[in-house]
């Protein structure tokens, strides 16, 4: 993993330029900087994390003739595979790492060349002789790839959108109309930001843009994949179960390719178990290690089973233990990082377990983020499954009841009362299973209705541009041809996985201290496998992830295999109501609000009081709608606060800090420097 950064400008580009921006994500690269210009419209810089080929992983690469320079951020998993194949065709390469394919990549494939690789990347491709220059992201968006125009008329981009503030002429804005997603889908719609003007690639997605920074071509090479109506392996579950191993083993087995320690998180549940399974016993990887997190409130709390696992399968566990004081301490913090509005304070714990993995001076995790979306564990799936059931009969009293079965863990569940009000919340719009949006239509009514919480003004705003018609019109022409299950999974995929679960929850806690998070479940070879899969073996009944759980039920604790699915959480209102700081006081006083202009001072006044009221507190009185409300807008208010009212100062010297490459003779040269102040 990297943190790249670049200027494109019709002017002379001035490479120390570059000093801030890279300056401001060195968590993301901390073993060495790199500045790259070509006497006249690129600078390209580079802060690199050293994990494949530790001495010669020099960027930016180019082509052979120097025409083709290009920067890269994440892996490329096959480029050893890659250089045979272009070597076949005529290309040679030097001895590099995985970014060193790319310009031969792009010579030879065109616009379309990452469909070729297996990885995450970022990648950014400059092509003098067409003066344009390529920004690519990986097919599910698990590394960021930002980009803006200045006033100035400069196309800058970079990993992050702090490194972009560090040019004077970008302008820092909040953006009210992509806020109102997050509190609609708990994350932005396609290209949008926080920011006005400030934008990311999509994910399986190439943008071509000029020398002034126009968009000029729009490449999507990659989709969420699904059946249509072929599936394989129908009337056998123990060949598809032989396949399904066998591809999840290629997963992780490609994922431990590194010249550094590899770790694992055990998070306590079936997915990161399974990975553990297969790293240190089917690939017999001793040379790792397992982290995990727990807390001290045991409502949220997966302690019990991450040990079982780690002692099961023998592997040696770090541990730690989150408190609400730590949720409190560390909040500004992520926010920092995330640059987005949060709906949940589950990213703080994720920030304080990096930490733990970097002072244990590990680089890179494999994690189990994705097998929910590629495997239909959520219950999501399972709620969309019983009331597209429940719609082909919507007077019967039977069809219902199986709610009470998805959820007879819970012991609300066995109230009458409480019974009876949700089934009448999940009866809303169950007949209009042609709603493009049925299986999320619930996540987003109870969501939507925080709009409350904004300023009447910004309210008309965003009725101008609603973020339900944004995500309509941005599904694939194709997207009617799928399953009501392929479209729960399309959407999930396509809004908290890629805009949450990958990022606020996973690339950028991790980068904060210099980790590298691996998803197998990611894998695109494993994702169009799985979408071949006989949607029974998914969700057999309402039990979820059927194959994943049948596959390994013989490898792994039976408490593992059967556990329900749990939710990872953390503690919300009641980590902030000592607010021992002045924190929450400060930033969503009334006059913080009105300064932001986004929120309803007296609505939010409202909430405040509620949670510094001198009652007892009984924190079950605050319902999903309040924490959500609370962490929405505290996010919102600090994300104000740490970019606009007072930004951050970053490091303006350098001393040795940087090696300035150059290209000639066909070779790549690399020299020190010392740079002054800009």
Known sequence: MCGIVGIITPYKADPLKLTGMLSSIEHR????????????????????????????????????????????????????????ELTKYGFNFREGSDAEV?????????????????????????????????????????????????????????????????????????????IAQVFTFWTFVDSHTTFKNIYQVPLGTALKFSLHGDCIKKHVYWDIPYSKGQYSFVNSFHECQMAFKE???????????????????????????????????????????????????????????????????GINLNEITCSNQDIYENFSNVVYHCEAPL??????????????????????????????????????????????????????????????????????????????????????????????????????????????????????????????????????????NRTILEKCQYLEMKTLLSGYLLSSQGDRMQSAHGIEGRYPYLDHNFIEFAATIPEKYKLNGIADKFILRQTYANFLPNELINRPKFAYRAPEMEAFVEDKHGMVRDVLSKESIENLGIFDSKVVQTLLARLFSDQPKKFSTFSTRDNLAFIQILSTQLLFHLFIVKPKQNKKYFSNKFKMVSFKNKKVHTASCTLDSY
């Open 102 to 178: 790319i310009p031969a990549a792009y010579q030879y494939w065109g616009i379309d060349f990452a469909s070729h690789f297996n990885g995450d990347f970022a990648i950014v491709v400059w092509d003098k002789l067409r003066q344009e220059t390529i920004l690519v992201r990986d097919r599910t968006g698990q590394k960021p790839l930002f980009y803006t125009k200045s006033q100035k008329g400069d196309f800058l981009f970079a990993s992050e959108i702090k490194a972009l503030f560090e040019d004077d002429h970008v302008v820092k804005e909040l953006n009210p109309v992509s």
């Open 343 to 480: 709906f949940r304070t589950a990213p703080v714990p994720m920030y304080i377990l990096s930490k733990n993995v970097q002072d244990n001076n590990f680089k890179v995790v494999l994690t189990g983020e994705g097998s929910d979306e590629v495997n239909w564990g959520y219950d999501i799936f399972r709620e969309t499954k019983i009331r597209n059931f429940w719609s082909k009969d919507p007077s019967s009293k039977l069809r219902p009841q199986l709610f009470r079965k998805l959820y007879n863990y819970l012991p609300q569940f066995q109230n009458t009362r409480y019974l009876n009000l949700t089934l009448d919340f999940f009866k809303r719009g169950i007949s209009d299973i042609n709603d493009p949006l049925y299986s999320h239509a619930l996540r987003i009514l109870n969501s939507n209705a925080l709009i409350m919480y904004f300023d009447p003004e910004i309210k008309k705003q965003i009725e101008n541009i609603s973020p339900i018609e944004l995500l309509k019109s941005n599904l694939p022409v194709d997207y009617n």
């Open 29 to 84: 690269g901390p073993d060495e900087g790199y500045l790259w210009n070509d006497d006249y419209h690129v600078a390209l810089g580079v802060q690199r994390l050293s994990i494949v080929n530790l001495q010669n992983g020099v960027q930016p690469t180019f082509s052979e003739e120097g025409s083709i320079c290009a920067i890269l951020n994440g892996e490329i998993y096959n480029y050893q595979e890659i250089k045979i």
């Open 247 to 313: 591809e999840l083993k290629k997963a992780v087995k490609i994922r431990l390719k590194a010249d550094v320690k590899v770790g694992t998180y055990i998070s306590g549940g079936v997915d990161s178990s399974v990975i553990n399974y297969i790293v240190s016993k089917e690939l017999n990887h001793k040379s790792t290690e397992a982290f995990s997190i727990g807390f001290e409130n045991k409502i949220f709390d997966e302690s019990t089973y991450q040990k079982k696992l780690s002692e099961h399968l």
